[in-house]
């Protein structure tokens, strides 16, 4: 698969088949997943594969509790959503959060709070760069799962409940979650073209607001 069609068509997968991801299935995805550029090449992202049913009922149950508030206000339009159709987004959400035990995995991306390196947690303002020697690994990942036809939803809703997540998968001290990403196989094909913004919008040339590919 070309990189280009890879990165156009991953969409967030939120209706999976019962069809199991083996272990095998996912490999290449984190082989890519090590790949990432992270602060000092310090390496600090690790994964956790839940399949137990038990375990993924807890998650669904924890889930269900900030994605229910969320959903309420996005009703009252006090949390904004993207340019998509907000109904079917809404809907697709709220049907992996009712079934999220029937995922048939939720990988939990985690970090080595030592190995990160954020230079902007000093200006007074939420840091950016804390979170940036993770995710350009679980977007690596999510690529990876995307060319071996595997369907996955990054989630961080559950990051709320780090220290119960935690408790429950024995997740170690000095580790921290970044994300849960539920992945299996999609019961329709990939779509041609995920629904962005344009280049026009979101790429400046020596001022902001001056468009480089108008
Ligand atoms: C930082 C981050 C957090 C996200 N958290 C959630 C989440 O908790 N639950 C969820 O259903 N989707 C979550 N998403 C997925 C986004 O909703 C999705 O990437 C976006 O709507 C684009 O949708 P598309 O992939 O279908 O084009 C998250 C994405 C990112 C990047």
Redesign the pocket.
Known sequence: MELSEAITT???T?YFTDEPVTDADLQAAFDYARFAPQGGNRQPVRWLIVRDGDKKRQLRDWYLQP?KAYLAAAGTGDVAI?S?SLDR?LRN?DH?AEHLDEVPAIVVACAELDGLHPTDHELGRLSIVGGGSVYPAVQNFLLGCREAGIGA?????LCMFEPQVKELLAIPDGVVTA?HIAVGRRPKPFPMK??RIPLADTVFGDEWGTSVYA
């Open positions: 991953a969409v967030t939120r994605w993207g998509e987004v959400a992996m939803a990054l989630t961080t809703l994300a995920l629904d």
